[in-house]
């Protein structure tokens, strides 16, 4: 795609590919119940930034240079919007954060119950891993590849990634929380999905290791500084833009960074974070660094 092309524009071509892509991506001839893939499809199309399956996509041709590559790369793009969509259905629920609505529409458990709506997390989840083999299945990834990433998945994903930072999160206290202890929910509850997206990508564009370590940290540094910034739209940030309750983590008494380092230390540590998170990729020797760049200034200067 021209780079001259906004960023916006760029992001909402991701987002289409990733959605076309989506609505293949569980066979029709399956013979699922009808309430369980309704609920499903519900949460999985609800639309979105679709920003995880737009850094698969754009880590791939950043490292590769072609266009091309976003074909090899869409099965795993369309595997993290499944991991993403599903981590959301959890967290909503009556048990986690008890939220009514999710990207402006009711959430799944107020929709479909309770129970429906973890089965349907726990389907998207297990098929998330069933997508990654596709892509060198069909589109001539290499076995070890697609094995790294399904590899990375499972560890990102897990208890030592986005589920242990969604566990830590609702151990946490305001008053009790420290600021190394709200780092840790932050890195892993948003943080490590984002790193999983930026170096599968990555892989599927051929990248080295080294090249696999500064997009790792670039990953890193934009996956907290996006949470520092939902901690500050929570704060002060538009319902309507978001699509859901604003000031909820000061009703649930959830730790922030505002809560804890204040507006304006916020405000900076996410503004510092994106500088290293660009210095880094910069470092890279990528062949088309550009897009990454955008995203990571995207991301902090979004209001919704």
């Known amino acids: 795609m021209d780079v001259g092309v906004g960023i916006r524009e760029y992001l909402k071509t991701c987002a289409e590919a990733t959605e076309t892509a989506l609505k293949s991506s569980i066979p029709a001839q399956w013979d699922v119940p009808s309430a369980l893939r309704e609920a499903m499809l519900y949460s999985l199309e609800a639309g979105g930034k679709r920003i995880r399956p737009a850094l698969v996509l754009t880590a791939a041709q950043a490292v590769k240079g072609a266009p091309q590559s976003w074909e090899a790369a869409l099965p795993v793009a369309c595997a993290v919007e499944y991991i993403h969509t599903y981590s959301l259905i959890h967290d909503d629920l009556p048990a986690m954060d008890d939220d009514d609505y999710r990207r402006g529409k009711l959430t799944n458990h107020k929709v479909f119950g309770e129970a429906m709506a973890i089965l349907a997390g726990d389907a998207l989840l297990t098929h998330a891993f069933r997508l990654?083999?596709?892509a060198a299945r069909v589109?001539?990834?290499s076995a070890d590849t697609a094995l790294a990433i399904v590899e990375e998945l499972s560890t990102y994903a897990g208890a030592s990634g986005m589920?242990?930072?969604?566990?830590?999160?609702?151990?946490?206290?305001?008053g009790i929380t420290t600021v190394e202890q709200l780092e840790y929910i932050h890195l892993h509850k948003t943080s490590d999905l984002i790193v999983f997206s930026v170096k599968a990508g990555a892989r599927i564009g051929g990248a080295t290791d080294r090249q696999l370590e500064l997009l790792a940290l670039y990953a890193r540094n934009i996956g907290l500084a996006f949470q520092i910034q939902d901690d500050i739209l929570d704060l002060i940030g538009d319902e309507a833009k978001l699509g859901k309750r604003v000031n909820s983590d000061v009703a649930q008494e959830k730790v922030t960074y505002p809560y804890l380092i204040g507006l304006d230390a916020s405000k900076a540590a996410v503004a510092r974070l994106t500088n290293e998170a660009k210095d880094a990729i910069a470092e890279a020797g990528l062949a088309e660094p550009h897009r990454l760049g955008q995203i990571a200034d995207y991301l902090v200067q979004r209001d919704h």
Do not use: T, W
């Not at 589920?163 to 305001?174: H, I, K, S, Y």
């Open 132 to 134: 990654i083999p596709q």
């Open 139 to 141: 589109h001539g990834v």
């Open 163 to 174: 589920v242990g930072g969604q566990a830590a999160d609702m151990l946490g206290e305001q």
